[in-house]
Structure formats: structure tokens, C-alpha cells
């Protein structure tokens, strides 16, 4: 079944911020790592550490927008729960870090 007139806005929408919000994401961690530089030896370790589980969450969260864009109309909703969720976890994830590394 395909998205009819309004279900289709609204999935091109959710996609589009979707889409947008990553963008964020992937900047954000850029400039984290940039100032990641500036930790001691020890700090630097854990922070490498708590990257690569962000990145994974990151790449989790691509990998289910990638699935909701092929989403049909029947598992939109379940689709959106899972994106809505990753991208939950990666926000919980990046503020962690950020707030832990601001400290330091």
C-alpha cells in the first residue's frame, strides 16, 4: 500500500529532520573531537572510547532512517517509533559525553 497524500508529507517531513538532525550529530562530534585534543592522556582514552560507542549509536540511527525511507505505509508508525528511539539514544549519548568532558 502506498503513503497517501498526508501520510506521504509526513514521512517526507520526519525524513527531512531526520536527515538534518544527523547532519547536527555528525558536526557536533566533529568539534568534540577537536577539542578532545586538549585532554590528558587518561581523559583522551576514555573520551576515544565513549566516541566509538557514539559513532555506533550514530550509525544505528543512519541505518533506520535508511530503513523508515523504504518504510510502507502499514509499518510507518512502528518505523518512526524505532528512529525516534536511536535518535533518543544518540542524544542521550552525546550529552553524556558532553557534559562529562566539559568537567575535565
Do not use: H, I
Request: charged share 50%; hydrophobic share 30%; glycine share 4%.
Amino acid at each position: 500500500m502506498a503513503f497517501g497524500g498526508e501520510e506521504k508529507v509526513e514521512k517526507k517531513t520526519y525524513q527531512n529532520q531526520a536527515e538534518e538532525a544527523l547532519k547536527g550529530f555528525e558536526q557536533k562530534m566533529e568539534e568534540m573531537k577537536g577539542k578532545a585534543a586538549e585532554l590528558k592522556m587518561e581523559s583522551k582514552e576514555k573520551f576515544d572510547q565513549e566516541m566509538k560507542v557514539l559513532k555506533q549509536k550514530k550509525e544505528a540511527a543512519d541505518k533506520k532512517l535508511e530503513k523508515l525511507k523504504s518504510t510502507a505505509a502499514e509499518s510507518w508508525d512502528k518505523m518512526k517509533a524505532e528512529m525516534d528511539n536511536a535518535m533518543d539514544d544518540l542524544k542521550r549519548q552525546y550529552d553524556e559525553m558532553k557534559s562529562r568532558f566539559r568537567k575535565e
